[in-house]
Every structure is written in structure tokens, then in C-alpha cells.
């Protein structure tokens, strides 16, 4: 087993370098599918998640090469075949390729999509939209198969919830639907706005983009383009947390500031003094144990639940009782134990955390049950007595690049051990 090993109470200064977005990249790479052509998506992250969705490209015949964040996708020799095998349930965006092959190849077989165990996360605004367009699902088998035997037709969809990942699988299947569909109740995250960028890019038809309302003109066919990802908003979060948990003018560069004003917000809210230019941040500790804070999760541009669990950290050294309302999974709580045993008080009352600080947190071996809360549990260690030990660190390579470098870049003694 891998672990990653942190020295805490090492000081962060310098300049970390924010990578290509995470939650943009894994729709990116699926939407090739529906290219003719090659594409080129500049900033590419070095994560494993990419490093799948890439092999389950070449199993569609895709020819795709990765150098220097630089991912080329040509598909001019692309066909249809099933995915079902153990790459798809090694993470949740796999789901994307329901979508995307059913506009290309008007069929789609896709395992049952894998991930991070965040609670209940159905599938079923997904299929909802499917259906209104005219697609045929079963579920059988540990897979979804879908099929539009009298082709895919536009339609008026309702999302019951702004769905990020049904909003862009329903763009994916329609852009190739004859006549338009509109899709209200859209998710209105920068990621959306991305992809649509792409598709645009390549010949679709698509306007509202960043409203509640999408509106999509199907196409008869899409060629290849260029294009590049947005900054990664969640991994610029992480850091600007470790800066004001134990910063001295930590620069984040390669910001969008747009997308980070909730968080941004909250991290000034609670004492933190920002330098905040065009397209970076410059932040430090936290003085005299800053001011408890709330955050309710909410779907953007509400606060993300993507920074809940970094956040909690924070809240551990903040003076009074600060509060977590998660909105958006009910399970996102599997760090506060993980806290709880770094000496943290915190505890979880339904959908509610419940911090009351400042605390000192001792080093001690801990889990990264997830993303995100890995992420919490390296923030934890940078500011413990003591080396902390965190296990199962797969879950943080899945989102975060290079994070081991970057961090000793800005002075963190952070290495990774085999045991």
C-alpha cells in the first residue's frame, strides 16, 4: 500500500500552479466521441481518472496520445463497442459515455458507473432526459443499454434537480437529435459552460450555456478543434485553504476568480486577508484564530460541496462553532472521523457537521475515504503535531496533479511511502 507521509507545521510560501479543471476534463474526453475528426484539449491534467477514460477511448478504436498536458483524440476510426469491464466502475464520470456514444453511434453499453461513495447518486435524471429524447434503456446484466431504433428526437426536458452530470450527458445524446431540445432547470456549473465551449467548437448548435435553460440545435455532424480547459476551481479551493490554514503569502496562480466568489466569501469571512488579481490569489494563515463561519453546500454559484471537507479543516482552527449544511450528498461526512481521531471537535448531526475550535491537531494514521476528503486529511497534516500517516491516496490522484511536488515546491514535507 501507498500512503502519503506529512511533516506538519512547515509554513507554505511561494507559487503553486493551478492544473486544467478535473470535473471539466472527464466530460472533455467523452465529448471527442462525438467529433469526426481530431481533437486537442490543451491543459490536461496528469490524474488517473484521465489516464481511464483514455484507455476506453482506445477501445473504441480512438487513436489518442497524451504528451506535455497536451491529449490528442482522433476519431476518425471510431465504432461502436461495449464497455463493460472494470476501468468504468473506477470512476463516476464513465457515465458520460452513455451519452456521447448514444449520439455517435445511436447505441450505448456502459457498465454500471464507479467512484467515490458520496451516498444515493441514481441515475435517474439521466434516463429521464434519455427517454424524452426518444431512447429506449435497460438496466441488465450490471450495465445500461441504450438504443434509438427511430433515431433521437429534440425535446423539452424539466430537470427535478440542477444535475451537473445528467445536464451534460442530456447535451451529449442531443446534439445529433433532430429538431431542438431545450433542457430547463439546467446546472449552471463553469464545467457546462466548458464543454459547451467544446462542442460549439466542433460544430454544435448550443446556446444558454450557464443559465437554467440550454437550448440545443441538433447537427448532422461534428469535426475535430482545439481547445482549452478552464482552471480547476476545487483544486484552487484546496489550496487557498492551505494557505490560510498555514500560509505566509501562498500564491495560487491560474484562477478564474468568477467561479470562486462563494468560497472566496467564506475564507475572508473567517479572517483570512486575500490579494486577489486577474488570475490569481495570494493568502495567508489565519490570525489570532480568525472567526467561526456556516456554509450550506449548494449547486453553483452557491458554496461546492467539492470544498466541504477541505473547508471542515479550516473550521477546526477557527475560534467559536462553525457549522456544515450539506445539501448536495448526504454521505460527505466520512472525514469528521477521520478528524475526530486528530484530537478535532467535531461531530456529525444528520445532514449538519457541528466544529468547535480552534483545537491542535496531532499527527495519527487516518483514512482518505474519498476525493475530496483525502484532500482533508493532507490539509489536517500539514497543520498536526507530528507526521501523519494517510491511507488509500488513489482516491486523492484522482483529482488533484502532482500534489506531492507541488506542495514541496511551497515548503510542505509531504513524501509518499510504500508499507
Known amino acids: 500500500m501507498r500512503v502519503f507521509k506529512i511533516e506538519g507545521g512547515h509554513t507554505l510560501s511561494g507559487t503553486i500552479e493551478v492544473s486544467g479543471a478535473k470535473n471539466s476534463v472527464v466530460a472533455l474526453i467523452s465529448a471527442a466521441i462525438l467529433s469526426h475528426g481530431k481533437v486537442v484539449i490543451e491543459d490536461v491534467p496528469e490524474l488517473s481518472d484521465v489516464f481511464v477514460l483514455m484507455t476506453m477511448l482506445e477501445r473504441l478504436h480512438a487513436v489518442v496520445k ?27 464520470a464513465s457515465y458520460y459515455l452513455m451519452g456521447a456514444m448514444i449520439g455517435r453511434f445511436g447505441k450505448a453499453v456502459v457498465g454500471i458507473p ?28 450490471g450495465a445500461y443499454n441504450l438504443t434509438a431504433a427511430n433515431g433521437i428526437v429534440g425535446s423539452r426536458i424539466n430537470l427535478d434537480i440542477a444535475s451537473v452530470g445528467a445536464t451534460i450527458n442530456i447535451i451529449f445524446a442531443a446534439v445529433y437529435a433532430k429538431g431542438t431540445t431545450y433542457i430547463e432547470s439546467a446546472a449552471k456549473e463553469p464545467e457546462i459552460i466548458d464543454v459547451t465551449t467544446l462542442l460549439n467548437s466542433m460544430g454544435a448548435k448550443i446556446t444558454g450555456a450557464g443559465t437554467d435553460v440550454i437550448r440545443i440545435e441538433g447537427v448532422n455532424r461534428l469535426e475535430g478543434c482545439r481547445h482549452q480547459i478552464i482552471p480547476d476551481r476545487i483544486v484552487a479551493g484546496s489550496y487557498l485553504l492551505a494557505g490560510a490554514l498555514i500560509g505566509d503569502k501562498l500564491r495560487i496562480n ?36 480568525g472567526t467561526a463561519v456556516t456554509i450550506k453546500t449548494m449547486t453553483y454559484p452557491g458554496f461546492p460541496t467539492d470544498l466541504q471537507q477541505p473547508f471542515t479543516v479550516l473550521m477546526t482552527q477557527l475560534a467559536g462553532m462553525s457549522l456544515v ?22 461531530r456529525q448531526e444528520n445532514a449538519t457537521a457541528i466544529v468547535n475550535g480552534p483545537t491542535d491537531l496531532q499527527a495519527t494514521r487516518v483514512e482518505a475515504t474519498d476525493l475530496r476528503a483525502g484532500m482533508a486529511m493532507i490539509l489536517a497534516g500539514l497543520i498536526a503535531d507530528g507526521v501523519t500517516e494517510v491511507k488509500y491516496i488513489e482516491h486523492v490522484e484522482r483529482g488533484y496533479e502532482q500534489i506531492v511536488d507541488k506542495l514541496t515546491a511551497v515548503g510542505a514535507k509531504i513524501w509518499i511511502e510504500e508499507i
Open 114 to 141: 464507479g467512484g467515490c461513495y458520496l451516498g444515493p447518486r441514481p441515475m435517474d435524471l439521466h434516463l429521464k432526459g434519455f427517454h424524452a429524447l426518444g431512447i429506449d434503456v435497460e438496466h441488465e446484466n
Open 66 to 92: 497524451y504528451d506535455n498536458h497536451i491529449l490528442e483524440i482522433d476519431t476518425t476510426e471510431l465504432a461502436f463497442e461495449p464497455l463493460l469491464d472494470e476501468e468504468v466502475q473506477k470512476l463516476r
Open 325 to 346: 449544511h450539506e445539501s448536495i450528498y448526504n454521505a460527505r461526512f466520512k472525514h469528521i472521523e477521520e478528524l475526530s481521531r486528530m484530537g478535532a471537535t467535531v
Open 254 to 289: 491560474n484562477v478564474i476568480v468568477e467561479h470562486m466568489e462563494a468560497v472566496l466569501a467564506k475564507i475572508q469571512e473567517a479572517g483570512a486577508e486575500l490579494e486577489i488579481g486577474e488570475d490569481y490569489i495570494v493568502v495567508s494563515k489565519i490570525k489570532n484564530a
